[in-house]
């Protein structure tokens, strides 16, 4: 399956020995360093996406404004069937949270800063009759979905991923273009040794196998190049994709996402050789 | 052009095909080795119909004909041994197996010390001893030359035709196009066809030689 891969010298000889890579090594590298990139930053906001999602689905917050009663509120919601998982934020942690955004304002005795209380919800649970047990406890108490306020950010999420998809795509398709192009230049370069050949016998596969071999080649090595440049900067960027994952909870990639995405250059080889292949034997078959 | 063709090889024949400039020599000699089809008319080759057989038959086909091109065709960049074992190892041949039968062909064409020199750095008649020995070395069905010997010099010449006349003997059908009429007249047995206008012209008349008897369709 793979023996077109191991040419002889006499083989290696046929189409001239390049003392450089040609460009489509190159054109390979820069494709498959940003498939790797794109790639990478899709799957750091699908995780994301998917941590948030999971997250906010049946979470809920009170807003107690000051001097509400948060004792009462507690108590109203813990005795509610289906609630669960209920905790107070404390004032100090919700004025040290307002201080990345205001700074030592956030601090001040002037700024009224409400209680929060979060809490869980079983699925089926009567939101309805919590509603107004909070009421009770705590007239002007407001309940506000996690879902709700982190929806517009969640669809903006998923759209990008859609985007990093379909960019990958369309680096694909751009990689494939260019192999093409490669291959329709490389057939004219060699016009004259596959006149020769295939006046003395040989098939369309025997000289498409010499092409092929030589542009999966350039495509191996450009994939890897690539990926290596893309690997680096990944490296660089952890220790910030750390934090935004301490923020979001998901912003990393896992073992899984690692492997796939080092599965790529792989799959772009494979991708190049196909449709050099392809191209090579619709070219060949134009002649006699 | 080529018009009103209708004839037979011999298989086993030594043919030369011979007629002015212009008048279909190597047309009819592309024909032969299938690198053109006809838009009219019929090609039997091998006791086979190739006129409209599809084209991924065509190479088993021509792995049985030798072909000596007028402008040679080497491929520039292999060396004269790479040139020559070719044809070997299209057939399959591994590189072990093409060693000494290169070696040898070289050797007979004059060539033993030039292997690894590459056509450009090889003299015309150099160029053609190395196209012939690629056209033969696969001890082909069918020997088609383009003026072979129009580089080489008299000597070289008649041993050129001395193996085409080995070959001959061995059972290959040679079609040799030339206006040498010494080359003709030299090659005992050998027939003639001369072309003129796209049409065969007195197909017997200048014979120097009875054709032999034919023993199937070539």
Known sequence: MFDWLFASPSEARLLGEARLRGPTAWVVAIMSFSIMIIAAAGLALTNTAGTLSQAIESRYSVEVPAGGNVAAVLSAIRSAPGASDVQAIPEAEMRRTLERWLGSAAQSGELPVPALVNFDLKAGADLVDIRGRVRTASPDAKITTHREAVGPLLRSLRLLQWVALGLVLLLSAAASAAVVLAARGALDTHRFTIEVMHGIGATDLQITRLFQRKIAIDAFVGSLAGAAAAALVLLMLSAGAAFAGELTGGATLSGLDFLFLALLPLALTVLATLVARTAVLAALGKAL | ?218
């Open chain 2, 1 to 218: 052009m080529l018009r009103d063709l209708d004839f037979r090889l011999a298989n086993g024949g030594f043919y030369f095909l011979t007629g002015p400039s212009g008048a279909g020599k190597t047309s009819l000699l592309k024909l032969l080795y299938l690198a053109q089809r006809p838009t009219r008319g019929r090609i039997r080759l091998f006791g086979e119909e190739l006129t409209d057989a599809p084209r991924n038959s065509l190479p088993q086909f021509r792995r049985r004909i030798g072909v000596v091109f007028q402008d040679f065709r080497l491929v520039r960049h292999l060396s004269a041994f790479d040139n020559v074992a070719l044809p070997l190892r299209i057939s399959g041949a591994s590189d072990e197996q093409v060693e000494g039968p290169v070696r040898e062909m070289l050797a007979w064409v004059g060539l033993a010390d030039r292997a690894s020199a590459r056509p450009p750095t090889l003299s015309g008649g150099e160029q053609q001893r190395v196209a012939i020995a690629r056209a033969v070395i696969n001890r082909p069905d069918l020997l088609v030359a383009d003026e072979p010997t129009g580089n080489v010099d008299a000597a070289m010449a008649q041993r050129l035709m001395h193996l085409f006349s080995a070959l001959n003997r061995q059972g290959t059908t040679v079609v040799v196009a030339t206006h040498d009429v010494g080359l003709i007249s030299a090659t005992p047995g050998a027939k003639l066809i001369r072309l003129e206008g796209g049409s065969i012209a007195d197909p017997t008349g200048t014979l120097r030689n009875p054709p032999r008897p034919v023993r199937s369709d070539a």
